[in-house]
């Protein structure tokens, strides 16, 4: 199974040109060359990529930041599901 930052690292390489070599945790989006509007587009694609909807306006300035909002949405909505079968 994938990791949530596999799933970043995928969506970041199939939607603009940066190297995988280049995706790691503490990398910055503006490291990675993302302006703005390429944030806007980035946050659409892992929204489609994960099923989970992000708050563009609270997009996280790292990769890591942005794996652990994924993993704790990826959580909540879990707890949700078992909480909602109880």
């Known amino acids: 199974m994938a990791t949530t ?4 690292t995928q969506v970041l390489t ?3 040109p940066i190297d995988a070599a ?3 945790p503490e990398r910055t989006f ?16 892992v929204q489609e990529s ?3 909807t992000l708050n563009d306006t609270d997009l996280p300035k790292t990769v890591g930041q942005l794996v652990t909002l994924l993993d ?4 909540d909505t879990a707890l ?3 909480d ?3």
């Not at 930052?5 to 970043?8: N, R």
């Not at 060359?33 to 946050?43: I, R, V």
């Not at 704790?72 to 959580?75: D, E, L, N």
């Open 5 to 8: 930052l596999d799933t970043i």
């Open 14 to 16: 199939e939607t603009f």
């Open 22 to 24: 280049d995706i790691t």
């Open 30 to 45: 503006e490291d990675l060359g993302l302006d703005s509007l390429a944030l806007l587009e980035m946050g659409l694609a």
């Open 50 to 52: 994960t099923g989970i």
């Open 72 to 75: 704790a949405a990826r959580a």
């Open 80 to 82: 949700a599901a078992t």
């Open 84 to 86: 909602n079968t109880a």
